[in-house]
């Protein structure tokens, strides 16, 4: 998905007018069949006229929002400060389906029923969910209200973007701009709704693209953005040259990307940097070790007697120069390595040297160790410029690669999709499994839909128990393995025949095995399986950066080598499987919503439509399923206490609270609105609405209900802002002409008091009182006549 740009007036009223001219289906509930045929024949109408968002109507204690997105490869013209307008505040059904819908509904959600929401992006490489993440962080920033701190955390969040992306995001060749590591960024916010705070979890950073990257493929952003956009003065410094000099680099012989300004996004990350408030000191230590790790890949191996040596050793003075290190450390270490004999029940430490493999395979572990802790600094560095001391509600936005099949696929892409796997089953969990379960129990009347659930895929690779699954498996090899190199790779493949050879999702083949993903089979190849997985960083490369003269690189690997440490170091297959069920557990925690998007080509060209390739998609994110679940299931559930807290104002007998039975109260309440009674069902602990037009009226019922209220107490402040108004110009009109009358100069300011007759005692005048409905003047008078004859009288009046 391409950036917003501002549009002529024919795209803006293309946009606009789309109640006039209507393409297809903007709810896919309301598709007069259910097929995926229908479905695809829906998204491809709605793709041809521009129209990229596609919802289904769903909101319910188990799952919020639901979008459609299809990746349009162009900028489109909907994405300006008028949309916000449009969509802040509005109802669902009020605006054509778009991702500021799903953001304003969380936004809302979150301070309405004072839940944690979250939005989980999912979909194929390519499909667009960075840029749908960045959208929902613009969005929350422009609608939240706040002072001079909540736009310092604002900031922090929209300049995260640029500088995440720079150094973990890189060129496939799915995708020009792929985000080769997960995020789940959590924008905190105050209970009046203003963002005060933020984290970031970050994993599975892809440290193998450091060292090696496949044909047409690049590494990080952030390389070729130093060597395009650095300075004279930085280049010098750094020792900077073109991108084909470094092996690090050049081995995929790709250096440029279309619509990609290096030169320019290396000053957003510099930028980027300043906000989040990294000192300009700092910065140039990162880029620093940037350079170095280029420099580091250029050190080559020759062999010496079955051993290896430096090549070049004078290729050694400048990276260890960059890293603070001495240079014949550097050797030393990329070429020895101390390891642990034990013989005849004693332990010593013996230098064994390396060969050509295993020292490539040491300065390759350096260069991705040294990437995976900065990009790690980078990350809390974020977090603590937007540290809140306690929580109180936040929007969480899970951005992670999507689903990955390649032609050779290895340790990286087993993660990837094991990952995926596992947010496809919170999906099913929650929009089919769990959503029917809830009618069951409720006693709600229901024809069970049959759906794939994808658990035994995710059992088949995570078990512990008997049978063990592939990570286990993998780990248990790892355990005993003690060299690099094929063999142990072969045992993992002998090993997962015996344990899972007999699974209906598992295949295996001489090089590797195959796994049936909810998204299509994938064949793994084995080789370098255990290598990655073990993903140790040797004792001897910590203790080379304990000797460092930075000390911001010394701060980068903390730890206190004990020699005597016991037990199994973890691996990466075991931290990808507990930050995925961490994961798992934080979004749960949460009301979700889900962006599902979906990539319409492998041309990356805008109107370019391949009609498999969607077809494909939609049957394996189970939209046909979810949709008719949807269609035949209830659009609205709430628990009876939390409907009648929302819907208590409709009805004078539950406002403001209902005392009783809160099953008849919301009986009571939805016969008082005339809602027809095939229209919801009441359950044993909620009510269940039918179709969200009836959910928009109980709405508008509200807000109506809520402006009379407004009104009544606009009208009362009006008047009593007009009260004291009139006293104090009458305050003002007595204190100009105090001491200035020439007649009676105390009756300033003194109380009026109207009767100064006494009426109530004087009964003669009682009959002349009766014809008046009040006297509020009587006094008696001195009157003369045209003789100046005196006549004594009394004035009568009412204000007339």
Not at 171 to 182: A, E, I
């Amino acid at each position: 998905m391409t950036t917003p740009c501002s549009s002529g007036s024919k795209e803006r009223f293309h946009w606009q007018s789309h109640n006039v001219k209507q393409s297809g289906v903007d709810d896919m509930v309301l598709l007069p069949q259910i097929t995926e045929d229908a479905i695809v024949n829906n998204l491809r109408k709605r793709f041809m006229d521009d129209y990229i968002f596609i919802s289904w109507t769903m909101d319910g204690t188990y799952i919020g929002s639901v979008l459609i997105s299809i990746n349009p490869f162009k900028q489109m013209p909907y994405f300006t400060n008028h949309e916000i307008d449009l969509y802040q505040g509005a109802a669902q059904y009020e605006n054509p389906p778009h991702i500021y819908a799903v953001t304003d509904n969380m936004y809302r959600n979150m301070l309405i029923d004072c839940e944690n929401q979250c939005v989980i992006i999912s979909g194929e490489s390519g499909a667009g969910k960075t840029v749908a993440a960045k959208y929902i962080m613009g969005y929350i920033s422009k609608v939240s209200g706040g002072g001079e701190k909540v736009q310092h955390v604002k900031d922090i969040i929209l300049q995260s973007n640029p500088l995440l992306e720079a150094f973990g995001n890189a060129k496939t060749v799915r995708n020009n701009n792929s985000s080769r590591f997960g995020k789940y960024f959590e924008i905190q916010f105050s209970r009046g709704g203003e963002p005060d705070g933020g984290k970031i979890s970050n994993f599975l950073l892809e440290k193998s693209r450091v060292v090696m990257q496949n044909e047409n493929e690049r590494n990080f952003h952030i390389y070729y953005q130093l060597l395009e956009g650095s300075s004279q003065e930085q280049r010098q410094n750094l020792g900077l040259m073109t991108p084909d000099y470094y092996y690090y680099l050049n081995q995929s012989d790709t250096y440029k990307v279309e619509g990609t300004d290096d030169r320019n996004d290396f000053n957003e990350t510099l930028n980027a940097m300043q906000v989040i408030g990294i000192p300009p000191s700092v910065q140039q230590l990162v880029l620093q070790l940037v350079a170095g790790i280029l420099h580091l890949g250029n050190i080559s191996f020759c062999e010496d007697g079955n051993y290896a040596r430096v090549e070049s050793v004078d290729l050694l003075a400048f990276p260890a120069y960059l890293l603070g290190i001495s240079s014949e450390r550097l050797q030393e270490k990329l070429t020895s390595r101390k390891m642990d004999s034990r013989w005849g029940g004693r332990s010593e430490s013996i230098d064994v040297t390396l060969n050509v493999e295993q020292a490539a395979y040491t300065r390759d572990a350096l260069a991705k160790g040294l990437y995976a802790r900065l990009f790690d600094f980078l990350v809390e560095a974020i977090n603590s410029a937007m540290q809140k001391p306690q929580e109180e509600y936040n929007i969480g936005v899970l951005d992670i690669y999507g689903f990955e099949i390649f032609q050779k696929n290895g340790f990286e892409q087993f993660c990837i999709n094991f990952v995926n796997e596992k947010l496809q089953q919170i999906f099913i969990e929650l929009t089919l499994k769990a959503e029917q379960e809830e009618y069951v129990q409720e006693g709600i009347r229901w024809t069970p839909i049959a759906y794939f659930n994808n658990k035994v895929v995710c059992d088949l690779i995570e078990n512990r128990l008997s049978p063990p699954g592939i990570m286990s498996v993998l780990d248990d090899v790892c355990a005993t393995m003690h060299a690099t190199g094929g063999g142990a790779d072969q045992t993992l493949l002998q090993k997962l025949q015996a344990a899972v050879g007999t699974h209906e999702h598992f295949n295996s083949w001489s090089a590797g095995f195959v796994i049936h993903h909810y998204a299509g089979k994938v064949s793994y190849d084995v080789s370098g399986f255990c290598e990655r997985n073990r993903d140790v960083l040797f004792s001897d490369l910590i203790e080379l950066m304990h000797t460092s003269e930075q000390a911001f690189l010394r701060m980068l690997f903390p730890e206190k080598l004990d020699v005597d440490k016991k037990g199994r170091p973890s691996t990466a297959g075991s931290k990808i499987k507990k930050q995925a069920n961490d994961l798992v557990a934080t979004l749960k925690k949460c009301t979700p919503h889900y962006i599902r998007c979906i990539k319409p080509n492998e041309t990356k060209r805008p109107r370019d439509w391949e009609e498999s390739r969607v077809k494909h998609q939609v049957e394996y994110l189970g939209l046909r399923e979810n949709i008719r679940v949807r269609r035949a299931g209830f659009a609205y559930r709430r628990q009876f206490s939390k409907f009648l807290q929302r819907y208590a104002i409709l009805t004078p007998e539950t406002w403001p609270r209902w005392h009783g039975d809160e099953r008849e109260g919301v009986q009571h309440l939805l016969q008082a609105v005339n809602m027809e009674p095939d229209q919801y069902q009441m359950g044993s602990t909620k009510v269940f609405v039918k179709n969200p037009e009836s959910l928009f009226l109980l709405e508008e019922m509200r807000e109506r209900k809520f402006d009379g209220f407004a009104r009544t107490i606009q009208k009362a402040w009006r008047r009593h802002i007009a009260v004291r108004k009139y006293e104090e110009m009458r305050e003002e009109a007595s204190n100009i002409l105090l001491n200035k009358k020439e007649r009676r100069r105390n009756s300033i300011n003194r109380n009026f008091v109207g009767d100064y007759l006494g009426l109530e005692e004087r009964p003669e005048l009682r009959q002349f009182l009766a014809k008046r409905e009040r006297v509020d003047f009587a006094d008696s008078v001195t009157k003369y006549d045209r003789r100046f004859k005196v006549r004594q009288g009394q004035v009568l009046s009412n204000g007339t």
